[in-house]
């Protein structure tokens, strides 16, 4: 069985920060509503953590592969979602490697929606990394990439999470479409956190965020929503874009 030590000992930064969000049930759940109308058929979500979104797939009958590249991850999302009857399997992904389609030529094409939240940044090639994604899918089906927004928010929590970057809308669309993909959607997503990230990892520099303020925070999200909406998701602490594989 994983120990909880044992994770934080191979990525401490990264799991407390999940652990955090863990407690973030509201904002789980405005994530999921957010990119689950784009889901359809089988699911796999690339790094998945401690599993806070495979949940939430999970328990709205999503049948859904979940994996990482960490095996004690792995191992952890087993332990927790093994006897969903919705989970399809946990595997371990990494699409950085070199002989991505050798390594993973049973993986191919198999998938009508691929899931990266929060995963391509941690990528030096990230196009590479989109490319592979692609190939994970069937013809026609979609590709869900969120990741942080906006290069003079990079600060020291990006730097603590092992970030290259942030991106824009933009270039998160011309990566989609360099792997070879039609985006069909494209937003801004959480504009009312950025001065939170800002001030907190900018001019604080702190390693984490807060817990009591990301608490504080979760309790406000249905103001937030309205907020994301009243600002048309032209800006935003983070980006999304799905992306169509042609048939």
Same mark, same amino acid.
């Given at each position: 069985m994983t120990e909880p030590g044992h994770l934080h000992e191979t990525d401490p930064t990264?799991?407390?920060?999940?652990?955090?969000?863990?407690?973030?049930?509201?904002f789980n759940r405005w994530l999921f509503d957010t990119i689950s109308p784009y889901?359809?058929?089988?699911?796999?979500?690339?790094?998945?953590?401690?599993?806070?979104?495979?949940? $939430?797939?999970?328990?709205?009958? #999503?049948? @859904?592969? %979940?994996? =990482?590249?960490?095996?004690? *991850?792995?191992n952890y999302l087993l332990q927790q979602f093994g006897s969903?009857?919705? $989970?399809?399997?946990?595997?371990? #992904?990494? @699409?950085? %490697?070199? =002989?991505?389609?050798?390594? *993973?030529?049973?993986?191919?094409?198999?998938?009508?929606?691929?899931?990266?939240?929060?995963?391509?940044?941690?990528?030096e090639d990230d196009k590479k990394a989109v490319s592979n994604c692609m190939q994970l899918l069937?013809?026609?089906?979609?590709?869900?990439?969120?990741?942080?927004?906006?290069?003079?928010?990079?600060n020291s929590f990006d730097k603590e999470l092992g970030h290259f970057k942030r991106y824009t809308g933009r270039s998160l669309r011309a990566l989609e479409k360099g792997a070879g993909l039609e985006v069909i959607h494209q937003q801004y997503f959480n504009v009312a956190g950025m001065p939170g990230w800002f001030i907190n990892?900018?001019?604080?520099?702190?390693?984490?965020?807060?817990?009591?303020?990301?608490?504080?925070?979760?309790?406000?999200?249905?103001?937030?929503?309205v907020i994301d909406r009243i600002s048309f998701?032209?800006?935003?602490?983070?980006?999304?874009?799905?992306g169509r594989k042609p048939h």
């Open positions: 990264g799991l407390q920060t999940l652990e955090r969000f863990a407690a973030a049930t509201r889901c359809k058929g089988h699911v796999l979500e690339v790094g998945s953590g401690i599993g806070n979104i495979s949940r $939430l797939f999970l328990e709205n009958n #999503i049948r @859904l592969t %979940t994996s =990482d590249l960490r095996e004690e *991850y792995c969903n009857r919705n $989970l399809a399997g946990v595997t371990s #992904i990494d @699409l950085a %490697t070199p =002989d991505f389609t050798q390594r *993973y030529s049973h993986l191919l094409q198999q998938f009508d929606t691929v899931v990266a939240l929060n995963v391509i940044e941690h990528i069937k013809a026609g089906g979609h590709l869900i990439v969120l990741v942080p927004a906006f290069q003079f928010l990079y990892g900018s001019l604080l520099r702190r390693r984490l965020i807060p817990r009591k303020q990301l608490l504080f925070f979760d309790k406000l999200i249905p103001i937030l929503q998701h032209s800006f935003g602490l983070s980006t999304i874009a799905v």
